[in-house]
């Protein structure tokens, strides 16, 4: 049953209840209406000040982690004092919210979403928000909403660019669209993945997208039909620039939402194990070198205590070397390995020409070895922020320098475990 709109929420929303598209009608749908969004970060944020403001009937907001200082300066509803009192950022976003629109019912969920409590989530629900930023979270959303029949509004935003689309709606016309899986049916190798936390993002890229979240949203819980339902939006932010992608339709193969489905709500997958990647969204700690590959913040310390002839490669952007950086490294970007491996399978023999930091590292290598004796291995030691980068660089070195007598480490933890064990004093983000 519509709730009705009364004088007091006239007065309120008269600007949007003006509009043909919306009306009485639409307002009334709208304060009827029950909406979860998962994650209150950079995308939540803003998703839900618009909704409410808007005057939505019920809002659930889930997220089961508490503010941070990290995260003040793209998730607009925390501040300074949640971050003080390490207060959840669902209960965080829930109190801003109230005074925004003390009508409003706002629900916070201070818990992570699993395979085993979604469905009972999601029921309560018209439609699902999904704001988080890590793979195995949208695999686990996208099957629920389909098992429940809710539309999942979905957005992503990293660096400078930002992404919507929408997920299991069907439109007045019959037709459903695709689910997550039928254009994702596998999920990327691990090491591929980057989030915010690895790569960064400008605050205000998932204030658009978030606010696009919220637009959609309301196009859909008033009746309207949504501009990105099996389409992609896609936003640049460094160069001003927007495209739509048009998307592939439900696939009849697909083992969601296809002709023989094979997930259902009493089988779930293991999402993490599925995936290879923890459903959360710090950082991912990856584990891909043997131990022996290996070697802690104490041990490199230890190695410089004693003097000892090494090679330090740093395999950070350019710009965090400004932040903070060891002594005496060597910077040779991530990214330029990755192109130097690619084009390994291509010229092999063109590698040292074409990347000159690669030159440089194998002048250091020649030279170290020259001066201990060839009987004597060369350790060259990589680090990074966190200790995952540094550990697909070690891979990449092992190939590119076929030789016996030179040692490849990472050191585990990166920059931040050095800060944690050894300097209190060098700059942590």
Partial sequence: MEARVSNECVE???RQLIMPEIGMPGQAKLQSSKALIIGAGGLGCPCAQYLV????????????DVVEKSNLHRQVLHTELGVSAGIFKAESAAQNLRQLNSSCN????CSQLTRDNAPDVFQDYDLIIDATDNVASRYLISDVCVLTDKPLVSGSALRWEGQLTIYCYTSKDGVTGPCYRCLYPVPPPPESVTNCSD?????VVPGIIGCMQALESLKILTGNEPSYSQKLYIFGGLRGVSRTVK????QSSCVSCGQNPTVSLSNLPDYVEFCGMDAGDKCQ?????DKDERISVDEYQECTARSKKHILVDVRNPVELDICALPNCLNIPINRLRAASARTQIEPSQVFEKFK????????????LKNAGLDTPCNVFVVCRMGNDSQIAVRIFKNLFDKENVLFQDIRGGLMAWADRIDKNMAKY
């Fill in 12 to 14: 309120r929303y008269s």
């Fill in 53 to 64: 403001a808007a005057g939505i009937g019920t809002l659930g907001i889930l997220d089961y």
């Fill in 106 to 109: 706002i629900i916070p969920i």
């Fill in 199 to 203: 790569g960064g993002v400008i605050g």
């Fill in 247 to 250: 998307l592939r339709p439900r």
């Fill in 285 to 289: 700690i990856l584990s891909i070198l």
């Fill in 357 to 368: 930091e690669i030159t440089i590292l194998k002048d250091a290598i020649d030279k170290n």
